[in-house]
T-cell receptor, first 114, second 113 residues
């Protein structure tokens, strides 16, 4: 039982490049989330999904897109990376059937945009 | 808008000192409250959680937190910290039924041996 895994762990991009971050969970959780963590700002929700085929915007969605084609996977895309997107990205998952919706986090992806 | 505020951004303690980290939230409805810890280089792990019942909740590694509804607070405490408690601590609030969490800014705790 691997829990929540993220690929890749580190990435360096040049401004304007694109990339996709992959999140996978093996806990059969309905809900999945993407956060970014920046110093002094805690974690901020980018996008989330309450089920396969559904996505919704979070607090800071601009510049990102997501897809949830399979229940166990949640992809975060950057179409044209900007230096402001340099951050640590965390994926999380939870189940509505487990009170009180504890979220389980992945190990993070450290992204640097030059 | 809902928000979570952690008053202490950086706390430095000696081993065996007592710890209290403040957390206040702004939301008038039913809330679920969490404290997460992030050890250096690691992902977030759940320390403790509150969703109903006894407002004093106990978590892992000797941590506890008290939910005071009238003060919109959920402060984290530990009677005697250890060097291994050095980490960043996040308070979070869940509102609504989509499981979304709102996080505070985080508090970095440094425990000196």
């Amino acid at each position: 039982n691997a829990g929540v895994t993220q690929t890749p762990k580190f990435r360096v991009l040049k401004t304007g490049q694109s990339m996709t971050l992959l999140c996978a969970q093996d806990m059969n959780h309905e809900y999945m989330y993407w956060y970014r963590q920046d110093p002094g700002m805690g974690l901020r929700l980018i996008h989330y999904s309450v089920g396969e085929g559904t996505t919704a915007k979070g607090e800071v969605p601009d510049g990102y897109n997501v897809s949830r084609l399979k229940k166990q996977n949640f992809l975060l895309g950057l179409e044209s990376a900007a230096p402001s997107q340099t951050s640590v990205y965390f994926c999380a998952s939870s189940s509505p059937g487990l009170a009180p919706n504890e979220q389980f986090f992945g190990p993070g992806t450290r992204l640097t945009v030059l | 808008a809902q928000s979570v505020s952690q008053h202490n951004h950086h706390v430095i303690l000696s081993e065996a000192a007592s710890l209290e980290l403040g957390c206040n939230y702004s939301y008038g409805g039913t809330v679920n409250l969490f404290w997460y810890v992030q050890y250096p280089g690691q992902h977030l792990q759940l320390l403790l959680k509150y969703f109903s019942g006894d407002p004093l909740v106990k978590g892992i590694k000797g941590f506890e937190a008290e939910f005071i509804k009238s003060k919109f607070s959920f402060n984290l405490r530990k009677p005697s910290v250890q060097w291994s408690d050095t980490a960043e601590y996040f308070c979070a609030v869940k509102t609504g039924n989509t499981g979304k969490l709102i996080f505070g800014q985080g508090t970095t705790l440094q425990v000196k041996p």
